[in-house]
């Protein structure tokens, strides 16, 4: 059993910074790529970051400058530092992670429950 549980969100100005964080747990045997979704009401769920083992990062286009992807293999944790917030990105953000719990098991993406941020105007 494989299980995501975010942190750190919340309500905030615009202009301010919150930075959330996500902790994998479970029978895991690797953690390939993870990653940080968000859904805004009415909308689709779309990518915000994502980051390799090695660490290679991408961003949505809408977020590079302002957020800051990072992860810790040892921990199993990865952390998404939000700078400069505004009101569109108001959302529900939801942390991903590629894992194969064994050794001998297809790795699939697993989700976290989701964390609320709101940022008022």
């Known amino acids: 059993q494989v299980q995501l549980v975010e942190s750190g969100g919340g309500l905030v100005q615009a202009g301010g910074s919150l930075k959330l964080s996500c902790a994998v747990s479970g029978t895991i045997f690797n953690i390939n790529n993870m990653g940080w979704y968000r859904q805004a009401p009415g909308k689709q769920r779309d990518l915000v970051a994502s980051i390799t083992r090695a660490g290679d990062t991408d961003y949505a286009d809408s977020v590079k400058g302002r957020f800051t992807i990072s992860r810790d293999n040892a921990k199993k944790t990865i952390s998404l530092q939000m700078n400069s917030l505004k009101p569109e990105d108001t959302a529900v953000y939801y942390c991903?992670?590629?894992?194969?719990?064994?050794?001998?098991?297809?790795?699939?993406?697993?989700w976290g429950q989701g964390t609320q941020v709101i940022v008022s105007s």
């Open positions: 991903v992670a590629n894992v194969a719990p064994r050794l001998i098991t297809m790795p699939r993406d697993y």
